[in-house]
């Protein structure tokens, strides 16, 4: 039996993590091939400029204001790859969606990360997403949660990304 190629643009792979290897940053954990790597925290859209792990809670939509699902990153600086890190700080029991996306500089984007998601407190999960050969990433986004699962307001959970060659 044939194995389906994956697309190039594809994650390359999802692992579960326990919250202690999250908080290190994952240098030796990647299983890309064996070769040096050089990763840097890329820092949040609206952060304070003293820590580049944002720390959300999943609110509500409404009329008056925006709901709190999306996080940008920006990216300064050309990359190989990127290193998407979640990690749950709260529970819930819900299921809810997280997305993931690079967004290029003539405006559009690629969506490298979808899947629901149901961690359990202290628990977390990285993925890897391979920049696109002829575009250049500006900004990274992190999307948890949505207006169809409103089950899972109150979650709150921590994010970073790693930009990497």
């Known amino acids: ?17 326990p919250l202690s290897l999250l908080a290190c940053g994952l240098a030796g954990l990647s ?4 070769r040096a790597q050089t990763c840097q925290f890329l820092s949040p859209v609206g ?20 709901p709190n699902w999306n996080t940008d990153f920006y990216v300064t600086q050309p990359y190989s790859f990127f290193k998407f890190f979640f990690t749950a700080d709260s529970s819930v ?50 999307k948890v949660g949505a207006s169809s699962n409103m089950a899972a307001t109150g979650f709150t959970y921590r994010i970073s990304v790693q930009g990497c060659n």
Do not use: C
């Not at 039996?1 to 993590?17: D, E, I």
């Not at 304070?48 to 999943?58: A, E, H, M, P």
């Open 47 to 66: 952060g304070n400029g003293t820590t580049n792990i944002v720390t959300k809670t999943i609110s509500p939509g409404n009329p008056l204001g925006r």
């Open 93 to 142: 029991s819900a299921t809810y969606p997280i997305q993931g996306y690079l967004k290029f500089t003539d405006g559009s984007n690629l969506q490298v990360i979808n899947e629901n998601f149901a961690p359990q407190m202290g628990t977390g999960r990285q993925w890897d997403a391979s920049a696109v050969p002829g575009k250049t990433v500006s900004q990274v986004n992190f």
């Open 31 to 34: 299983s890309l091939p064996a």
């Open 1 to 17: 039996m044939t194995r389906p190629t994956p697309s190039p643009h594809a994650p390359r792979r999802t692992r579960l993590l």
